[in-house]
C-alpha cells in the first residue's frame, strides 16, 4: 500500500487523450481475444478452455521482453506495487470469488459492456460500483490489521532471489513459453 | 484488411498485442495497464455528487484521487474499442443473458442479474483489497515480476476456478 498518492489536480488533457487512444486499443485487443465474453471466462475457470490464459501469458513473456529491454536502456522504471499476504491472498480469493460469480473482471466487463452485454452493464458495473465503494468505507478499518497482515513490500522475484534480473526474465519466459506450447499440446 | 472484420484473433496475437501496448504505454504515460482503480474513483465521485467535499477526504479516495485521470479515460476507451471491434466483425449484440448461462440456469434475466450484481460486489471489493485486478496484478504486474503480482493473479484464479465449479455443481 505504498502506491504513489494520485495527484488531486486534474491531469493535463494529452495524459488523458492517451489513456483514451490506450484504451481504445486494449479493448479491441480484449474482444477481438474473445474475452469479452461471459462464456469464455467460465470456459476457462472451468478448465475448459484456456483462452483467457493465452491472452494474459503471451501478454506477460512479450510485455516483459521489452520492459526489461526498456529499463536495462535507461528508457523505463517499473511500476510495482507493493503487498502482504492478508492483502493479496485473501483480496485475491474474494476476487476470483467475483470473478466466477460475474463472469467478467474489471477490464473485459468494460469490453463486455462495448460487446453489448447487458448483464456486464447493469448488473456488473453496478455490483463493482458498490463493491469499490464498501471498501473504501472499511478500509480505515482494514489498513492497520488484516492487509498489513503478513507484509513483504514491494519487490520483484530478481529482488527475493537477488541475483540479476535477466537471470529471472530469460528462464520465466522460457517456462512461461513451454506452459502455452504444452496447453496447445494438451488440446486446451 | 480482413484482420479487422474478423470475429476472433488468435488469442497468442491479442495476447502479444496487449504486450506491445504495455510497452507504450510504460514509454509515453509512465503506467501500467490498470482498470479496477477507475471503478473505485467513481464509485468516490458518485458519492460526492450527492455527500459533497467530504467523501474526498475519506481515507481511501483520498489516496486514489477523485478525478477523471489516465486510467479513467483508458477504461472508457476499453468500451469504446471493444464497441468499435464487435461492429466491424458484426459480434456486436444486445444480450441480457449469456449462452452458458441459459443453458444451465434458463432464459430468466432477473436472477443472471442479481448473480452479475452479487458478483460485482465481491469483484469490486477484492479489487481494491488486493490493490489490483487481472489487468492490474495479472497482465502489468505479472510482466514486471512483481511478487504481490504473482500472488494475486495465482490466488485469482484459485478463487475463481473453486467458485465456478461450485457454480456449475462439477465438484
Given at each position: 500500500m505504498t502506491?504513489?498518492?494520485?495527484?488531486?489536480?486534474?491531469?493535463?488533457?494529452?495524459?488523458?487523450?492517451w489513456?483514451?487512444?490506450?484504451?481504445?486499443?486494449?479493448?479491441?485487443?480484449?474482444?477481438?481475444?474473445g474475452?469479452?465474453?461471459?462464456?469464455?471466462i467460465?470456459?476457462?475457470?472451468?478448465?475448459?478452455d484456456?483462452?483467457?490464459?493465452?491472452?494474459?501469458?503471451?501478454a506477460?513473456?512479450?510485455g516483459?521482453?521489452?520492459?526489461?529491454?526498456?529499463k536495462?536502456?535507461?528508457w523505463?522504471?517499473?511500476?510495482t506495487?507493493?503487498?502482504s499476504?492478508?492483502?493479496n491472498?485473501?483480496?485475491?480469493?474474494l476476487?476470483g470469488?467475483?470473478?466466477?460469480?460475474l463472469g467478467?473482471?474489471?477490464?473485459?466487463l468494460?469490453?463486455?459492456?462495448?460487446?453489448?452485454?447487458?448483464?456486464?452493464?447493469v448488473?456488473?458495473?453496478?455490483?463493482?460500483?458498490?463493491g469499490?465503494g464498501?471498501?473504501?468505507e472499511?478500509?480505515?478499518?482494514?489498513?492497520?490489521?488484516?492487509l498489513?497482515l503478513g507484509?513483504?513490500?514491494n519487490?520483484?522475484?530478481?529482488?527475493?532471489l537477488?541475483?540479476n534480473?535477466?537471470?529471472?526474465?530469460i528462464?520465466?519466459?522460457?517456462?512461461?513459453?513451454?506452459l502455452m506450447?504444452?496447453?496447445?499440446?494438451?488440446?486446451? | 484488411?480482413?484482420?479487422?472484420?474478423?470475429?476472433?484473433?488468435?488469442?497468442?496475437?491479442?495476447g502479444i498485442g496487449?504486450?506491445?501496448l504495455?510497452?507504450?504505454?510504460f514509454?509515453i504515460?509512465k503506467?501500467?495497464?490498470?482498470?479496477?482503480?477507475?471503478f473505485?474513483?467513481?464509485?468516490?465521485?458518485?458519492?460526492?455528487?450527492?455527500e459533497?467535499k467530504?467523501?474526498?477526504?475519506q481515507p481511501?479516495?483520498?489516496?486514489?484521487?477523485?478525478?477523471?485521470?489516465?486510467?479513467?479515460?483508458?477504461?472508457?476507451?476499453?468500451?469504446?474499442?471493444s464497441?468499435?471491434s464487435?461492429?466491424?466483425s458484426g459480434?456486436?449484440e444486445l444480450?441480457?443473458?449469456?449462452?452458458?448461462?441459459l443453458?444451465?440456469f434458463?432464459?430468466?434475466?432477473?436472477?443472471?442479474l442479481?448473480?452479475?450484481l452479487?458478483?460485482?460486489?465481491?469483484?469490486?471489493?477484492?479489487?481494491r483489497?488486493?490493490d489490483g485486478?487481472?489487468s492490474?496484478?495479472?497482465?502489468?504486474?505479472a510482466?514486471?515480476?512483481?511478487v504481490?503480482?504473482?500472488?494475486?493473479?495465482?490466488?485469482?484464479f484459485?478463487g475463481?476456478i473453486?467458485?465456478?465449479?461450485l457454480?456449475?455443481?462439477?465438484f
Amino acid at each position: 500500500m505504498t502506491q504513489q498518492k494520485a495527484d488531486t489536480g486534474t491531469a493535463p488533457r494529452s495524459e488523458l487523450l492517451w489513456g483514451l487512444i490506450f484504451g481504445l486499443a486494449f479493448g479491441f485487443l480484449l474482444q477481438k481475444g474473445g474475452v469479452t465474453k461471459y462464456d469464455v471466462i467460465i470456459a476457462q475457470l472451468l478448465l475448459e478452455d484456456f483462452t483467457v490464459v493465452k491472452v494474459m501469458l503471451s501478454a506477460v513473456v512479450t510485455g516483459m521482453l521489452g520492459i526489461y529491454l526498456m529499463k536495462h536502456l535507461g528508457w523505463v522504471e517499473l511500476r510495482t506495487k507493493s503487498g502482504s499476504l492478508g492483502m493479496n491472498v485473501i483480496g485475491g480469493l474474494l476476487f476470483g470469488v467475483g470473478f466466477a460469480v460475474l463472469g467478467y473482471c474489471p477490464g473485459t466487463l468494460a469490453g463486455a459492456v462495448g460487446n453489448g452485454y447487458l448483464d456486464a452493464l447493469v448488473g456488473g458495473i453496478l455490483g463493482i460500483l458498490l463493491g469499490a465503494g464498501l471498501f473504501a468505507e472499511l478500509y480505515p478499518k482494514l489498513r492497520g490489521g488484516v492487509l498489513r497482515l503478513g507484509e513483504f513490500g514491494n519487490i520483484t522475484l530478481p529482488d527475493v532471489l537477488n541475483v540479476n534480473e535477466w537471470v529471472v526474465v530469460i528462464p520465466a519466459s522460457a517456462i512461461l513459453i513451454l506452459l502455452m506450447v504444452w496447453l496447445e499440446r494438451a488440446g486446451l | 484488411m480482413e484482420w479487422l472484420t474478423a470475429v476472433r484473433w488468435s488469442p497468442y496475437v491479442a495476447g502479444i498485442g496487449i504486450g506491445v501496448l504495455s510497452w507504450l504505454t510504460f514509454l509515453i504515460s509512465k503506467k501500467p495497464l490498470g482498470c479496477s482503480t477507475a471503478f473505485a474513483s467513481s464509485s468516490g465521485m458518485i458519492r460526492q455528487a450527492f455527500e459533497g467535499k467530504a467523501t474526498a477526504l475519506q481515507p481511501y479516495y483520498d489516496r486514489i484521487g477523485l478525478s477523471v485521470d489516465w486510467q479513467w479515460m483508458l477504461v472508457l476507451g476499453v468500451v469504446i474499442g471493444s464497441f468499435l471491434s464487435a461492429l466491424l466483425s458484426g459480434d456486436f449484440e444486445l444480450l441480457w443473458v449469456p449462452e452458458r448461462w441459459l443453458v444451465a440456469f434458463g432464459p430468466a434475466v432477473l436472477p443472471r442479474l442479481l448473480t452479475a450484481l452479487v458478483g460485482g460486489i465481491f469483484m469490486g471489493f477484492g479489487a481494491r483489497w488486493a490493490d489490483g485486478c487481472t489487468s492490474g496484478h495479472g497482465i502489468s504486474g505479472a510482466l514486471q515480476l512483481s511478487v504481490a503480482s504473482w500472488i494475486s493473479a495465482i490466488f485469482f484464479f484459485i478463487g475463481g476456478i473453486i467458485t465456478a465449479y461450485l457454480i456449475f455443481g462439477l465438484f
